[in-house]
C-alpha cells in the first residue's frame, strides 16, 4: 500500500468569535487518509466542517479561523508548518481546488486563456507559446467545443458548465496528486451535473499525466453522488467524523447512528415525494451532547 | 468594439484639446501676449463692430482672444494629465493595500483619508502651492497631494469588494502570493473604476487650476491659462461679457470632454459592460 496522498490527524479549527461571543470549535479532531488516485467523498450536512477542511488543506482559511491543533501531512511534507513559499509552489501544482460556484470563480477581467495559462506557466517552465498549446489540449480534454474560441472568450460569455469545464481545466492543468472538489456540481443545473460529474470521473482516473489517477477529495451532502463516484466514504457531523470506510460497506451496512439517519432522510424515488423526512433530531441531539462534552473537555485540557 | 456617440464626444474634445495645447504655437493665428491698443475690446467676429482677424475679439490690451484660449490649452491639459495620474497612482496604491489587505494598512489609510478630506481642497490648495511656490507643476503637486483620497477611498471599496469573491480565493488557490494576486487579479478588475476615475479626475484638476490661476497663483502672468482669461474678463464683465464667457466655456467643454470619455472608454473596455 503506497503512502497516502492527504493525511489529517486530529486536527481542530477554532473559530475566534467576535467582540462578546465566544471562540467556538468548528473542526473537532478530525482523522482523514486519502489514498493515492481514490475519490474519497465527504458527507455531511451544511455547517458540519466540510468546507473547514477543504480550506484547511488548501490554506484559505477566514482569518478569523485558524488551526488550533493537529497534524497534515501532504505528499509527505508537514504541510501546516511549511514555509509560505514552498506551499505556494505545491499550491496548483501538486493540489488545486474545483470550487462550488463557477460563476464567480473565474476572473471577469481576463480570457480563458490567460487564466489556464496563469497557472502553467507559474508552475511548469513552458514557453507562452507551448502553455497556450497546452491550454488548447486542456478545453479539448474537458470537451469543449470549439476550444480555439472559447480561449479568446471571457468568463461572462460562457454558461455554468463551460465555466465549471474551465475549472476543471484550470485544476488538473498542472497534473496534480490531490484535487479538492468543494461541491463542484450543487451551484449547475440538474443535467449540466451529470456532464460534469462524468467528465471530473474521466479526468481523475486519467489523472492529468499522473500514472495511477488523480485522488479526489470530494465533499458533497449528495449521498446519491457519493454512491456514483467515490471509492470511500467520510461521515463528518459537527466537526467530528462519525464514520468512515469503503463506500460499498457503508451503504451495504452503516454503524453509526448518525449515518443511518442520514440514509433514512435521502429522498428516494421510491417513495413519494411528501415522505420526505429530516433527520432524526434524536440522534442529532445526542451527538450535540457528545459536541458540548468534547469542547468542554477540550477547553479544560487547553 | 463599438463607442458609444458619448465616447467620441469625449475623444474629439480630448483630441482637440491636445491638438490646441501640443500645436498652439501654429495654431493661433496672433502672438497670446502681442497688444494691438488699436484694436483694443473687440467683440468676436460675427458681432456688428467686430473684425475678421480677431475670430473671438480682443481684451483691453488688444490681444487675441482665440490665441489666449488655444495657449490657455497648455497648462490646462498638462495639469490634467499630470494631477490626475499623480494623483491616481498615489492613492490607488493606497487604496489596494487598504482594501485588500485589511488590518493595520486599512486602519492607517482610511484615519489618514478622515483627516485628510476634513480640510476643504481649495484652500488646501492656495496653502499648498503658496508653501512650494507657485508653477505649474507645483498645481500638479497639489492636486495629487489633495486629491489622492478620491481615489484611495473608491479604490479600498472596490478592492474590499473583489477580494470576497471567489476567483481571488480561487487565485490564492492555484500558488500566487498574496502580492501576485493583489497585482495580477484585483488590479485588472479595479481598472475599468480607475479609468473612469481618472477622466473626472481631469475634469476636476482644469477647474482646480482654473481657480488657482484665478487668484493668480499658477504659472506666471506671461503665459495665459483659462483661470488667468476668467479673472481679467471679471473685471470688464459689462463692457465685454465675451471676454469672460469664452473661457469659461472653454473650461466647462474641457470638463464634459473628459467625463464623457471616462464613461464611454468604461463602458467599452469593461468585458462585463461592453456587450
Redesign the interface.
Known sequence: MSAPVLEIEGLHVLLRGERREPDRLMLRGVDLSIRPGEVHALVGESGAGKSMIARTVLGILPHRAQVASGHVRLLGHDWLKMPPAARRAMLGRDVSLIPQDPMSALSPAHTIERQICEVLRLHLPMSAQAARERALALLDAVRIREPARVLHQYPHELSGGMRQRVLIAIAFACGPRLIVADEPTTALDVTVQREVLRLLRTMQQRGGGQSGGTAVLFITHNLGLVAKLADRVSVIHGGRIVERGLVAEIFDAPHAAYTRALFAATPRHDRPAEALRPIDPAVTAALDVEAAAYDNAWARAR | MSLSPRAWFGIAVSLLLAACAVGAPWLAPHDPLEQDLLASSLPPAWAADGEARFLFGTDSLGRDILSRLVWGARPALIVAVAGALLAGVVGTFLGLAAGFFGGWWDAVVSRLVDVWMSFPAVLLAIVLVAVIGTGLWSVVIAIALIDWTRFARVVRAEAMQQSR???V?????????RAATLA??VL??V?PLLLTLVTLEMGIAVVVEAILSFVGLSVSSDMPTWGGLIQEGRLYVNQTPWLLGLPVVALALAVLGFNALGDGLRESLD??VAR
Open positions: 469573491l471567489n476567483y480565493v480561487a487565485a490564492r488557490t492555484i500558488g500566487l502570493s495580477r487579479e485588472p478588475n481598472l468585458p462585463v
